[in-house]
């Protein structure tokens, strides 16, 4: 279950990211990166940008309809205005749904190429997380995809973005895409093996033997589209058949290892024995089943209830999306201990709410984490202690990302045993660094990492693990 669409997208939007023309910061963040990178090519290298609006939210349930429209028109009404051009450059996550729409961005791209026209070249970076859609493949000119998960490579990839789509404009290569679709769905780190050898294997095929680009499209467990599901995408200089023949050796990899790409993961239970086992902490314990970014509320307290009844001590959880006792908290202030019922709001997936004596022991206004090099808003922030637990409250649901979710409100994770973090793999980048160890545990949370726990309507239950593995093929 999904935190309720208790108002409008457009603010939910504008709440983590919204930027009109012009007003885009000086760097990066997950889904701009285009609009980054061809700022400073286009000074660099003397070509005219007009810049459109940007719009993120974090992931839940459908778009509202009439949300989707009025953002996707008001940048198809900046690129009418924009008119003629040579090319468009599009930043967009890729797992978009709306009601009406259950490929927003193939809607968004069959839209572009109407008003830029056929010469015009399309260039579009997405997030892995997406569904690789043959109707946007078949939009677009160019289709590149981040390599990293975690996806610290958005920039990287944004700047092999515009060195293409700049490279077509000018008539020095002609691309063409290949897409396999490999007949399964699952989920893969780049952190560990075997994806970190075939990120560095895919990056090795680029830019010889007229490959342009070599891309893996993990699909989004999460999404109820009948195109979901794992893809491989090759783009060559004009060479399709080449291209065919390697999106399909590189999918065959992919299935031939299907189900051993996400590490193995314990009972929440089992977790907190494993953790504490451990000679020296902190350990970090991720669970993907709470995580926001995979669309879950991020308030479910299994765990953080678990430690208080096993009597644990210097462990830490978060974040905990609970905009109520964050206010409480900010009322009451630091040092303060204020009877507090915090989590377990949104659904009966979050468990129940925990009432308890809670210490006050940081507050943040407008909080902010890193990830790459872009700032994510997590908004005011508390941190509690609850017996031997520390609890890291925020107002704006997302997902750990950067330490600072715990050290902007008080809470010294060094000096924990047990560091909770609600992600299922992005959390790694800036979390792996201070643990002893790393584990990941099912927290029973609403979004499971098994496929076959959803209750999907819309989604192929043809494809690998709701059925045995069927033939992949060639679909662009
Ligand atoms: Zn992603």
């Known amino acids: 279950m ?12 504008e709440q983590t990211l919204y930027f009109p023309p012009g007003q885009h910061p000086d760097r990066a963040t997950h889904c701009t990166a285009p609009l980054f990178v061809a700022r400073r090519r286009a000074k660099q290298e003397g070509f005219e940008l007009i810049e459109g609006s940007c719009f993120w939210a974090e992931p839940s349930g459908p778009t509202m309809q009439s949300s989707y429209e009025s953002m996707r028109d008001e940048i198809l009404d900046q690129l009418r205005a924009a008119m003629p051009v040579d090319g468009v450059l599009l930043g967009l996550h890729g797992a978009m749904v709306a009601y009406g729409y259950d490929d927003c961005e193939g809607d968004i791209i069959a839209r572009v190429r109407e008003i830029a026209g056929e010469k015009a070249v399309i260039g579009v970076e997405l997030d892995p997380h997406c569904h690789l859609t043959e109707k946007r493949v078949r939009g677009a000119d160019i289709v590149i995809l981040y390599k990293e998960y975690p996806h610290t490579d958005f920039a990287e990839r944004a700047e092999e973005l515009v060195t293409l789509v700049v490279k077509a404009i000018r008539g020095d290569i002609r691309p063409v895409s290949s897409v396999y679709d490999c007949g399964m769905i699952d989920v893969f780190p780049t952190s560990r093996e075997p994806g970190r050898a075939f990120v560095e294997k895919m990056k090795k095929l680029e830019g010889r033997d007229g490959v342009l680009s070599v891309s893996l499209g993990h699909g989004f467990t999460q999404g109820d589209v009948p195109e979901q599901g794992t893809r491989v995408l090759v783009i060559t200089d004009n060479a399709k058949t080449r291209g065919d023949a390697l999106a399909r050796e590189l999918g065959v990899e992919i299935r031939e290892k299907r189900g051993v790409w996400y590490p193995p993961y314990l009972s929440y239970d089992d977790a907190i024995t494993a953790a504490y086992a451990e000679p020296k902490g902190p350990v970090v314990v991720a669970d993907p089943t709470d995580n926001a970014g995979g669309g879950a509320a991020s308030d479910n307290t299994n765990i953080i209830r678990r430690l208080l009844e096993r009597g644990m001590t210097d462990a830490a959880v978060g974040p905990l999306w609970d905009p109520v006792a964050v206010e409480f908290c900010h009322a009451a202030g630091v040092g303060e201990t204020i009877p507090l019922r915090f989590g377990g709001k949104t659904a009966p997936s979050s468990g129940m709410p925990i009432d308890a004596e809670a ?45 600072e979710i715990f050290s902007a409100v008080g809470i010294d994770l060094a000096a924990k045993r047990y560091v909770g973090v609600k992600s299922t793999n992005h959390f790694h980048a800036a979390y792996a660094p201070i643990a002893t160890k790393v584990l990941y545990c099912d927290g029973e949370g609403p979004s499971p990492l098994d496929a076959r726990k959803y209750p999907f309507t819309k989604a192929r239950r043809s494809i690998w693990p709701h059925a045995e593995l069927p033939e992949g093929r060639i679909i662009v």
């Open 2 to 13: 999904r935190p309720p669409q208790a108002f409008s997208d457009r603010i939910r939007s």
């Open 359 to 403: 210490t006050v022991i940081g507050l943040v206004k407008d909080g902010k984490q890193s990830f790459g090099t872009a700032k994510v808003k997590f908004g005011d922030g508390a941190g509690i202690r609850v017996g031997g637990v520390e609890v890291a409250l925020i107002a704006h649901r997302t997902q750990a990302l950067g330490t």
